[in-house]
């Protein structure tokens, strides 16, 4: 229920004890729990039984009243709406894109991560005494587009395009993940070359996937970054990026062959590199939207 609803019907789901608070719905969670056991431990089932229910298919907008009467969904009058975890940030990118390895299984892999950054911990560890890996040895290939599940996770440095997110550190055991909104956040989602990457790709889908013109190429990518079709403003907003992106590429076809130089995977497709460098923008403009990381 918490990780349909960001908020579990006993809001302290790692304390069911004394010290923790009542459930928001007692009957509701006895009921789930007596079908939970009546399918046969099924989890699949149960997950079906909530993702079905007219509680969970409600549209998270509301009216004003509703916020004031229930500010934090507490009473379930509308449907969840919250950022998405960072794992689950990073493999919607690279799915969208077409990067996602979905191979099952297998050892942890270590993709993208500045250059150093074990270095400087590990060389202060091992003063201390303490055994620890010293060198990050990034993976290559597929290795790099594996579902974030497989990502080597070093509690002293954890992957920063994971903890920028929010992502617990591993050091304590935690039931639920602390949402922020940072600066940083957007910055990473505009700059990491995991994103930067996927952009590129995603970019490559909109020019070869789709139509012939530019309203073809731009509803393709909202659609299938969003689930939806642009209004007509937000096409409008998509063309005059576009152009203005565009234009800036053909007076500066070095920093378009720059952008598109981001990441180990090779430049799909021969398309003129200001015409993908300018669609890249875009990508990279729809993969940081509020709908596209906030679950709603």
Sequence with gaps: WQQYFGTGLVKTAGDF??????????????????????????????????????T???????????????PRNRLLSRG??????????????????????????????KPYQPAGLWEDVSNLLLLQGWFNTNKFVQDHHDQLYRRSLYTFWKRAVPPPNMTVFDADSREVCSVRNQISNTPLQALNLLNDVTYVEAARHLAHRMLTESGATADDRLRFGMELVTSRLPTADELNILHRSLDQQWELYRQNPMQAAELLSHGESKNPGDHDPVEQAAYTQIALLLLNLDETITKQ
Excluded at 22 to 45: C, N, T, Y
Excluded at 92 to 105: K, M, R, T
């Design 80 to 109: 969840p709406r919250f950022r998405l975890r960072p794992q689950e940030i990073r493999d919607q990118a690279l799915f969208v894109s077409g990067l996602l390895v979905e191979h099952v299984g297998g050892p942890s892999v």
């Design 17 to 54: 004890g004394a010290q923790g608070e009542w459930p928001s719905h007692p009957e509701l969670l006895d009921w789930l729990a007596m079908e939970f056991v009546r399918s046969g431990w099924d989890i699949k089932q149960l997950h079906r039984l909530i993702v079905t229910s007219a």
């Design 56 to 70: 969970y298919r409600q549209s998270s907008q509301a009216t004003e009243e509703a916020h004031q009467r229930d």
